[in-house]
């Protein structure tokens, strides 16, 4: 089982920053990537970014230039540098890691959701 910890949403003017933090702990063996998600009222839940464990990231389209995504491997935590917020990016954030986990013999890989953490953008 693994938790999710995520801190950092709030509200910010339009043109500010904000950072997001997620903490993984549990009994898992690795992790293979961690990422953030968004949902707006009426939409459907999106990716923002997401980093594997051995460097790679990807963003949307929508946030490219904006936004960084880091992994610190020794805290098992994810970050996400929001700058340059706009009014669109207001949304419920949610933090998702993939791991390893050994059940008896065998290994799993599973993702895992956090409980989700408000950025609002005012214009």
């Known amino acids: 089982q693994v938790h999710l910890v995520e801190s950092g949403g709030g509200l910010v003017q339009a043109g500010g920053s904000l950072r997001l933090s997620c903490a993984a702990s549990?009994?898992?063996?690795?992790?293979?990537?961690m990422g953030w998600y968004r949902q707006a009222p009426g939409n459907q839940r999106e990716l923002v970014a997401s980093a594997t464990s051995s460097g790679f990231t990807d963003y949307a389209h929508s946030v490219r230039g904006r936004f960084t995504i880091s992994i610190d491997n020794a805290k098992n935590a994810v970050l996400l540098q929001m700058n340059g917020l706009k009014p669109e990016d207001t949304a419920v954030y949610y933090c998702?890691?993939?791991?390893?986990?050994?059940?008896?013999?065998?290994?799993?890989?599973?993702?895992?959701w956090g409980q989700g953490t408000q950025v609002t953008v005012s214009s």
């Open positions: 998702n890691v993939d791991v390893e986990e050994r059940i008896g013999e065998f290994f799993t890989e599973n993702d895992y």
């Open positions: 549990g009994t898992f063996v690795s992790i293979n990537a």
